[in-house]
């Protein structure tokens, strides 16, 4: 190996990385999590706004936009013409209230499904991680009602529920095996525990606190957005190792 | 040179050796202290890269690692400890056989000594962080690197790729020094003397072995998850970098470059990560370079190598330094720099480049000087690993004063501190927090709780929307090394004062 080409071969290379890998990674590590739910989010957005002395209308209902459509496929007409009234009359409580409804069938939901796809051990994990978000987003609204123990037993009970979906393991060490009844017995007391705090929620007809029986119009995991990204993700893969391989036959032509 | 000197210099070495390995294990840190590290030991128990336990990428053999080290430790942190002690001795090895490239046993031994024992680095090899056991995978990854840099043989290359296949499979931020793989790999294809055909097929063959290392803990990883397509979405999804304000701390990803710059070089790489913030040993460190560089000067007739052994040695350097140039770069832009760790490999490089070079001028005085800095840095990282397994973090002291006032319905707002106060199981509500509306909407709905925030949180709050002092009422200050807890190193607790 002479040295002139090991010093261009070194000179291309940073160039080429500096300029091209580089700025496309920079703050790709952080700590992102994959498991926040967009009906939570949107709702702190909201009930932080609307908690502005004045309340800022313009943004909640912007933000209330953003998820109007989900909300509607997912829990129905009804549900959006409460909010939209809510939102017409400025009613802050109201709106609140209804939302805190909404996320109390949201939790529903995501259980309903988890139970659904249990055997599905990541997508099963993934649900109940964005009903623990949910979850997490009502709980400075129980405190007030609910003992430091009782909310305590809450937390203690999604980590059961997760425990109690298996775990693959680690090169298969750690396997563990999933149980289905502990799963559905944990979940249960999660939603019959939250769901009666917000009954009075909604004008009376939001939150039902029937498991199981709001309308499904969607399979889980409807977030297309989501799946879209690994599609992107693979689709780029494919192309650059597509253009790589162009690339190199055409320089061997040349040569 | 076979003789009674050399015997006993080598048991020498052997005992130091030995010695290096029992002292961090009677101080292996007991604390999981920052997010990370709590990440990492949940991991010990439960693999679930959604739960962050780790995080994303899952550093799948760190952990592995740390399990099987629970056959001797049930402690998990200590555990992962111990898999980045046992890992950081063994890499002695690659250091001593790179550094004979260039010297003699002897100095190569000391140039071991210097590299181990750089403070910083080695109290990462006694805690419960991925950087201790990818820093010894890199050396034993850059040793494989240089032989099939000398010789391409295949056994050669599939020795470096499945290094680098371990190394990516414990730290995955470590993947520019594969730019030494790529370029080994690029040399060989340019062989002239060697038939096209053998050239092909090499060129195939070995991309493709490269490729099913790394594949190995990928796919590992997809399983544990349950499917590479959850995996694909999960990881995405991290990518997002949903909470990235969160990671930057006091030096936000916003700082321009020229301070960036001069963070990184000055502070993070020198200050920190090669004199662990020691004036001493900066000093010693500069002295040291000056010595070798008057000697180099003085010295016009210097052993001059075989032309062979002096390709090798250039090689060699060359590779190291490229290699060393692109994660530079890299961490320079792409990482947390409020986190001197990811200064760590260069720190390491520069302090094995910096001994190798100096003990090359081959004088007494060069020669005694870095004895004595060897031993100055021993010294102070030997105490630097003492005060990391001594010294309550900041965090725990936090948590242990939230555990002496269990009062009803206390909901302390947190950043990245919540990972450990829930880990460490106390018995408050603990919310982690960025911004003060949605603060604010939080604490309406819970009027008869007793509301804690953290200093950042609260330095924050007054950024977002100027909030006079009289908000809050100071309960307490916990404060550890700032060196061994940056960014956290110094708590303030406050009580939030909802009448003002």
């Known amino acids: ?255 | 040179m076979p003789g009674k000197r050399s015997q006993i210099g080598w048991a020498a070495a052997v005992v130091l050796g030995l010695a290096y390995a029992v002292f961090g294990a009677y101080h292996l840190s007991p604390w999981a202290a920052a997010w990370d590290e709590v990440d990492f030991v949940l991991a010990l128990d439960r693999f679930d890269l959604l739960a962050m336990q780790p995080h994303a990428p899952g550093y799948p053999y760190f952990i592995l690692g740390g399990r099987l080290m629970r056959f001797i430790t049930e402690d998990p942190v200590r555990a992962l400890g111990l898999w980045n002690l046992l890992l950081v001795c063994s890499s002695a090895y690659p250091i001593y056989r790179i550094a004979r490239r260039w010297t003699a046993p002897v100095y190569a031994c000391l140039a071991v000594a210097l590299t181990l024992t750089l403070p910083m680095n080695w109290t990462l090899a006694v805690r419960p962080m991925s950087e201790g056991a990818a820093l010894a995978i890199l050396w034993w990854y850059l040793w494989t690197l240089v032989r099939v840099c000398e010789k391409g043989t295949g056994g050669r290359w599939l020795a470096a790729a499945f290094m680098f296949g371990l190394l990516m499979g414990t730290r995955l931020s470590y993947a520019p020094f594969g730019l030494g793989l790529l370029l080994v790999w690029i040399l060989a294809w340019r062989e002239r003397e060697v038939s096209l055909r053998l050239r092909y097929s090499r060129a195939i063959l070995w991309a493709g072995a490269a490729a099913a290392f790394q594949l190995l803990w990928v796919a590992g990883l997809a399983a544990a998850e349950g499917g590479i397509r959850g995996t694909m979405v999960l990881m995405a999804g991290f990518g997002e970098g949903h909470f990235t304000q969160w990671g930057g701390g006091v030096a936000q990803s916003g700082l321009p470059f020229r301070e960036r710059f001069v963070r990184f070089v000055a502070d993070n790489w020198l200050w920190s990560g090669m004199s662990a913030q020691s004036a001493l040993l900066a000093v010693m460190a500069g002295l040291l370079a000056i010595a070798a560089l008057v000697m180099y000067g003085k010295k016009k007739s210097r052993a001059v190598a075989h032309p062979k052994r002096r390709e090798q040695m250039l090689t060699a350097a060359g590779l190291i330094a490229a290699c060393a140039l692109a994660y530079a770069v890299w961490a320079l832009l792409g990482q947390n720099i409020a986190k001197p760790r990811h200064a760590a490999p260069l720190a390491s490089l520069t302090i094995f480049a910096l001994g190798v070079w100096a003990v090359r001028s081959r004088t007494r005085t060069v020669t005694a000087l870095a004895v004595l800095f060897a031993a100055g840095q021993t010294a102070i990282g030997a105490h630097l690993v003492m005060l990391q397994h001594d010294q309550w973090p900041a965090v725990y002291q936090l948590a242990d004063r939230l555990k002496d006032h269990p009062a009803p319905r206390t909901v302390v707002y947190t950043w990245e501190e919540e990972r450990v106060l829930r880990y460490l199981n106390v018995p408050v509500q603990t919310v982690p927090i960025f911004t003060y509306e949605y603060f604010m909407a939080d604490i309406a709905a819970q009027p008869s709780s007793r509301i804690l925030l953290t200093g950042s949180v609260w330095e924050e709050f007054r950024r977002q929307s100027g909030l006079p002092e009289s908000k809050v009422r100071l309960v307490g200050v916990f404060r550890s090394d700032p060196r061994l807890d940056p960014v956290y190193g110094t708590i303030p607790l406050y009580e939030w004062n909802r009448e003002q």
Request: aromatic content about 10%; glycine content about 6%; overall charge neutral.
């Open chain 1, 1 to 255: 190996m002479n040295k002139p080409t090991f010093r261009t071969a070194i000179l291309l290379l940073s160039i080429l990385i500096a300029a091209g890998l580089f700025p496309a990674s920079a703050g790709a590590y952080s700590y992102g999590s994959a498991n926040t739910e967009a009906v939570a989010e949107t709702f702190k957005l909201a009930a932080g706004k609307l908690n502005a002395e004045p309340p800022d209308w313009t943004a909640a209902k912007a933000a209330y936009g953003e998820i109007r459509s989900e909300l509607e496929s997912h829990f129905g007409k009804d549900v959006t013409k409460e909010m939209d009234d809510a939102f017409a009359a400025q009613d802050k409580n109201r709106v609140l209230a209804d939302w805190k409804g909404v996320l109390v069938l949201n939790l529903d939901r995501r259980f309903t499904y988890a139970e659904q796809v249990f055997t599905d051990y990541n997508q099963a994990k993934t649900l109940l991680a964005k009903a623990r978000a949910t979850y997490e987003t009502l709980k400075p609204y129980m405190t007030e009602q609910v003992s430091d123990q009782k909310l305590a037993e809450l937390d203690q009970a999604f980590e059961d529920a997760l425990n109690a979906l298996g775990n693959p393991g680690l090169f298969g060490v750690g396997k563990k095996e999933p149980n289905p009844d502990l799963f559905k017995q944990k979940i249960k007391l999660i939603y019959d525990t939250v769901s009666p705090l917000f009954q009075e929620a909604g004008g009376g007809n939001m939150a039902t606190g029937e498991p199981g029986a709001s309308p499904a119009p969607h399979p889980p995991m409807t977030q297309t957005n989501k799946t879209n990204t690994a599609v992107t993700i693979g689709a780029v893969v494919i192309v650059a190792a597509v253009a790589a391989l162009l690339y190199w036959r055409s320089r061997r032509r040349k040569s």
